[in-house]
C-alpha cells in the first residue's frame, strides 16, 4: 500500500496561484496512476484532474481545465496540481489518491481510487 502526504494549501487571494504537492512514500508511484480530489464541508469528494502512470494522459474536471495543470515526477514520487486562477468556489480540501490498477479517463469517482492522502486545505479570498 502506497502512502500518500499533501502539502502546499494555504490561503490565497482570487486570481492568484498555489502549487500542490503529494509525496508518496512505501511504494513507487510509477505504476500508479493518481489523481486529485476535492472536498468541501458537507459534499461528497469531487474529481479535479487524473494523469496516467507515464503522464501520458491527463483529464480534467470542466471546472479547471485551463487553470490548472497536473504533472508527476516518477523519480521523485511525488504528484503535483499547479492552480491558478483561483476563484473563491476553488475552496476545499484537496487529496490526492493512487490505484495500481490501469488508468481511464472514466475513473472520475472517489470509488474507483484506492489510496488516498490526508488532505490540505485551501482557501481562496475574493
Known amino acids: 500500500q502506497v502512502h500518500l502526504e499533501e502539502s502546499g494549501g494555504g490561503l490565497v487571494q482570487a486570481g492568484g496561484s498555489l502549487r500542490l504537492s503529494c509525496a508518496a512514500s512505501g511504494r513507487t508511484i510509477s505504476n500508479y496512476a493518481m489523481a486529485w480530489f476535492r472536498q468541501v464541508p458537507g459534499k461528497g469528494r469531487e474529481f479535479v484532474s487524473s494523469i496516467s502512470w507515464g503522464g501520458g494522459s491527463r483529464n480534467y474536471a470542466d471546472s479547471v481545465k485551463g487553470r490548472f495543470t497536473i504533472s508527476r515526477d516518477n523519480a521523485k514520487d511525488t504528484l503535483y496540481l499547479q492552480m491558478s486562477s483561483l476563484r473563491p468556489d476553488d475552496t476545499a480540501v484537496y487529496f490526492c489518491?493512487?490505484?495500481?490498477?490501469?488508468?481511464?479517463?472514466?475513473?472520475?469517482?472517489?470509488?474507483?481510487?484506492?489510496?488516498w492522502g490526508q488532505g490540505t486545505q485551501v482557501t481562496v479570498s475574493s
Open positions: 489518491a493512487a490505484k495500481p490498477t490501469s488508468y481511464s479517463s472514466r475513473d472520475r469517482d472517489a470509488s474507483d481510487w484506492r489510496s
